[in-house]
């Protein structure tokens, strides 16, 4: 299929893209993809917009600033608010586009990218459709209980003293985006490592590195908040054995959301079987394109 190289302007940052062309047509349907914690364009997202080009939608696949082949700095730096603004101004950027009926776009975000996916849609009415797609369901609380409070409060200080430690010096602190061996790490342990530490999802845009800062933005982030304020039509995939993010976050997500909206558990056996498994990728893509063309 047709791949355009794309750049649009956020805040004043260039942002490159993939536009993923369906076969010549009428004006159609739209998906913005958003993605996991340090990924780029060529990763998860790429491989997701592809599949639903092949099922007539035109999708973009995009580097968000500091990130891949876009522009921002700090480089390798997660940016949640960024991230938002960001998907609007790709939406601004496919309603423009004359393949793209404005008042059909959607937005998909898989791991992490499915908490800034609601926090989109709940204030930008273009949005016509959601989905989420092994996402992460993180808010403070949760993720404190399940440190431990000694061990978060630990955390937040080691936080704290590298912000200060990068005031004092100006030397921004860099992790590993993967480590096997555990932390310091964005993503920790060998499953998110097996996925980005191999030939499996290594990409030449891709580095393994992010900021530590970032963690501090990947534990701090609410999606708890938005998901009520979420009035389009919602549909949540998830893998059953995921152990990363677990399917009871999903359903409790789900519950918390109104309607309409749907769920799809699959019987993964971990986290990253839905990002790259077709075993599991291709009825998420069939799920959400009979969802978005039920709702669009």
């Keep these: 299929m047709p791949i355009e190289k794309i750049e649009f302007d956020s805040d004043g940052y260039r942002l490159v893209g993939d536009l993923y062309l369906p076969e010549a047509g009428t004006e159609r349907g739209a998906v913005v993809l958003t993605g996991p914690f340090a990924g780029v364009k060529e990763q998860v997202v790429g ?18 600033r500091n990130w891949g082949d876009s522009e921002g700095m700090v480089r390798q730096h997660e940016d949640a608010t960024a991230k938002v603004s960001d998907l609007r101004s790709a939406v601004g950027f496919l309603a423009g586009r004359p393949e793209v009926d404005p008042e059909k776009i959607a937005v998909c975000g898989v791991c992490l990218g499915g908490i800034y996916s609601v926090q989109l849609a709940a204030f930008d009415p273009r949005i016509k459709a959601v989905a989420l797609i092994a996402a992460a369901y993180n808010n403070p609380t949760l993720i404190r ?24 010096t100006g030397e921004v602190v860099y ?5 096997p061996e555990g932390m310091p790490a964005g993503n920790p342990g060998p499953e998110p490592f097996a996925y980005y530490g191999t030939e499996r999802g290594a990409r030449p845009g891709w580095e393994n590195r992010c900021t530590a800062l970032s963690v501090l933005q990947e534990l701090t982030l609410d999606v708890d908040a938005y998901l009520p304020l979420v009035a389009q039509p919602l549909l949540i995939v ?51 394109v009979s969802f978005f063309d039920g709702s669009l």
């Design 145 to 168: 209980e399940r440190f431990g409070a000694d061990n978060f409060a630990g955390l937040m200080g080691q936080f704290a003293q590298i912000a200060q430690d990068q005031a004092d």
């Design 47 to 64: 491989y997701y917009a592809a599949r639903f080009a092949e099922r007539g939608y035109v999708a973009l696949a995009f580097d968000h």
């Design 238 to 288: 998830h893998g059953r054995g995921d152990q990363a993010v677990p399917v009871a976050d999903a359903e409790a997500a789900f519950a918390a959301a109104p309607e309409p909206k749907e769920l799809l558990v699959l019987d993964t056996g971990n986290h990253i079987d839905l990002y790259d498994d077709d075993t599991y990728v291709l009825p998420a893509i069939d799920r959400a």
């Design 175 to 179: 992790w590993p985006a993967v480590n």
